[in-house]
């Protein structure tokens, strides 16, 4: 079971990212997922992909330099990767896929 001060920098990390992917993508003009449903589809799979390459991916880079544990550093590493996932789910994959 995580800590406590794992599920609270978790939860800050992607509800800030989210929030904030959100207020620059509407800034953008925001989008309209429209279109045929196979490319809906393919788009939902890569915005999945990209959610998993940062999920993962920087779960191991930044488990090189610092271990899992309940420090200062370990845990702004978390809100940092979940604040990247966060803003990647409102506003990069939207960005990348649709623009």
Request: hydrophobic share 55%; net charge positive.
């Given at each position: 079971?995580?800590?406590?001060?794992?599920?609270?920098?978790?939860?800050?990390?992607i509800?800030?990212?989210?929030?904030t992917?959100?207020?620059?993508?509407?800034?953008?003009?925001g989008?309209?997922?429209g279109?045929?449903?196979?490319?809906?589809?393919?788009?939902?799979?890569?915005?999945a992909t990209g959610?998993?390459i940062?999920?993962?991916?920087?779960?191991v880079?930044?488990?090189?330099?610092?271990?899992?544990s309940?420090?200062?550093?370990?845990?702004?590493l978390?809100?940092?990767r979940?604040?990247?996932?966060?803003?990647?789910?409102?506003?990069?994959a939207?960005?990348f896929?649709?623009v």
């Open positions: 079971m995580p800590s406590p001060s794992a599920v609270l920098f978790t939860t800050a990390g509800f800030f990212g989210l929030l992917g959100l207020a620059w993508f509407n800034r953008q003009g989008f309209d997922p279109g045929f449903v196979w490319r809906r589809i393919v788009h939902f799979l890569l915005g959610v998993l940062l999920y993962l991916g920087l779960k880079v930044f488990g090189l330099f610092v271990p899992d309940e420090a200062l550093i370990p845990c702004i978390r809100y940092v979940y604040f990247l996932v966060g803003s990647w789910v409102s506003a990069g939207p960005w896929l649709f």
